[in-house]
């Protein structure tokens, strides 16, 4: 009996536990959907915040006549006259062989791109490349409207340009957010018209800040790397965050097939909106300069060279007739400060020179053979052409084993005299004095260390060579354990430091 009551006991728990599980389901209750936040399921509301301010551009240049064949009188074409058609021979006898023959018109330049308008009253960002050589160009709005304009103002060295329109009433535009408050991981959107497919939206995240591409010596890069699609026809369009601001303007992408492999790049908003207001105001872009090339240390060389810690930037070479040049600088020079601002790297640099005052002197902190030194040097504006030619494109020659070569077998490399035809040969000076690379042994620590063959050494551990010999009696003295400095130049890239290191397999 108790069994019985047992039994029952239990199939009425379990009834009423079906109960209260399957009751929802019978009567079409389904379980509280999980809480999703917006931004997860769409982009709908940030992108009918942007779409009706971003613009497609197309470029037009009218044809270009080629230039007049130089007449020719007397002559017939100077093919055989039984390969000549009866009336062709007709035609060149009616006209005694005096014919102008014109090259047909090259076809005009017409391109297309993307845009962002910034300003109600018509004021349109996009990139240089896209109406770079343009003589018209062609603004369509979302709505359909369309607007030519002349008024083009460019900044090659940035790639950026922006494009007036004169419109009635206001338009719809973006506001430009800090791009200094992006961070790896947040979530963007590009907008443009790829492949001329206007108002395409794609989504992605910031893959990295700060991008330098060194797509001009003149001007740093500040790209802003993304995984939201970017294709041609994308450029000039915003790249925005989920605010809806521009933090970015869509340039270029890195491709090997020229299509989209989840690489793209944009302008940081914070150096476009210099460039912006530059561009309103005076139609160009005003930027300083000093006039040399630099590269950055490491810790090596900055120890040896007397600068504290890894920070600061190697003069390697000066431009003549600059303002770095004017100032005393010279190559080999550190330079670790900058009106008091530190300087850590070449960006850091490049960023201080190119927005201080113009005409006025600041103060260079340098160290100058281990000394701290401070020169004035007065800042001045750019030349048009600056960035883009080379302090010394002399290619380098291979230079052949000299006879009196001398063997510095510490190092694995052999040297020769700098004699002044051998200097001419190279690129240096006529009278350049020091040891030129001829020989760099593969396994020996030079060639570990960077040294190749075509370099003149200048000093060994901050001590002048005058000659091959020179060079070997100031190593034997020097110990590869601790690090030789060698002070070396290149016809290509000025001076620099190397501090070469024994390496297991080198000899010492």
Request: hydrophobic share 40%.
């Given at each position: ?67 007049q064949q130089p007449r020719q009188r007397g002559r017939r074409p100077n093919v055989d006259d039984a390969q000549v058609p009866e009336e062709f021979r007709k035609f060149f006898d009616q006209f005694g062989g005096d014919m102008q023959f014109e090259m047909p018109e090259q076809m005009p330049h017409n391109g297309m791109g993307s845009g962002v308008i910034i300003d109600p009253k018509g004021v349109i960002l ?269 290619p380098r020659k291979q230079q052949p084993k000299e006879p009196d070569a001398v063997s510095l077998d510490k190092m694995g490399v052999e040297v020769t005299d700098v004699t002044p035809q051998i200097a001419q040969q ?83």
């Amino acid at each position: 009996m108790k069994r019985w009551t047992l039994m029952f006991v239990l199939l009425l728990v379990g009834g009423l536990a079906g109960v209260f599980i399957a009751g929802p389901l019978l009567h079409g209750q389904a379980n509280a959907p999980l809480a999703v936040p917006k931004e997860m399921t769409s982009y709908r509301a940030v992108v009918k915040m942007v779409l009706h301010a971003v613009v497609s551009v197309e470029v037009r240049s009218k044809p270009v006549k080629a230039k007049q064949q130089p007449r020719q009188r007397g002559r017939r074409p100077n093919v055989d006259d039984a390969q000549v058609p009866e009336e062709f021979r007709k035609f060149f006898d009616q006209f005694g062989g005096d014919m102008q023959f014109e090259m047909p018109e090259q076809m005009p330049h017409n391109g297309m791109g993307s845009g962002v308008i910034i300003d109600p009253k018509g004021v349109i960002l996009t990139n240089n490349h896209v109406v770079d050589g343009a003589d018209v160009v062609e603004v369509k709005l979302q709505d359909g409207r369309k607007f030519r304009s002349k008024e083009v103002f460019t900044d090659p060295k940035s790639d950026l340009a922006i494009v007036k329109i004169d419109v009635k009433g206001t338009l719809p535009y973006l506001e430009f957010g800090d791009s200094d408050t992006m961070e790896i991981g947040d979530r963007v959107l590009a907008v443009g018209a790829p492949f001329g497919l206007t108002g395409s939206v794609t989504a992605g995240i910031i893959s990295a800040k700060a991008r330098d591409l060194h797509t001009n010596v003149a001007v740093p890069d500040d790209f802003l790397q993304t995984d939201a699609a970017i294709n041609p026809g994308n450029s000039g369009g915003p790249l925005i965050n989920l605010e809806g601001k521009v933090v970015g303007i869509n340039t270029l992408i890195k491709s090997q097939s020229g299509g989209f492999q989840g690489v793209g790049m944009a302008i940081a908003s914070n150096l476009a909106k210099n460039v912006v207001s530059q561009l309103e105001k005076d139609g160009k872009v005003h930027r300083g300069y000093i006039g040399v090339q630099i590269k950055t240390l490491d810790a090596d060389v900055a120890s040896r060279l007397g600068v504290q810690g890894d920070k600061g930037v190697l003069v390697s070479s000066i431009m003549p007739s600059t303002p770095g040049a004017k100032a005393g600088l010279q190559d080999g020079d550190v330079i670790t400060a900058i009106n008091g601002n530190a300087v850590g790297d070449s960006r850091d640099l490049q960023k201080v020179v190119l927005s201080a005052p113009l005409g006025k002197p600041v103060d260079l902190n340098i160290v100058r053979d281990g000394q701290p030194r401070t020169l004035k040097v007065t800042i001045e504006e750019q030349p048009a052409d600056y960035g883009t030619v080379r302090v010394n494109n002399t290619p380098r020659k291979q230079q052949p084993k000299e006879p009196d070569a001398v063997s510095l077998d510490k190092m694995g490399v052999e040297v020769t005299d700098v004699t002044p035809q051998i200097a001419q040969q190279l690129g240096f000076k006529k009278d350049q004095k020091g040891a030129i690379v001829t020989e760099v042994d593969p396994d020996g620590a030079a060639y570990e260390a960077g040294v190749r063959r075509g370099m003149l050494i200048t000093k060994v551990d901050k001590k002048a060579v005058a000659s091959a010999d020179g060079a070997k009696d100031l190593l034997n003295k020097a110990s590869l354990d601790k690090g030789v400095l060698l002070q070396v130049q290149t016809a290509q890239g000025g001076t620099n430091f190397i501090v070469v290191k024994a390496v297991a397999g080198a000899a010492k």
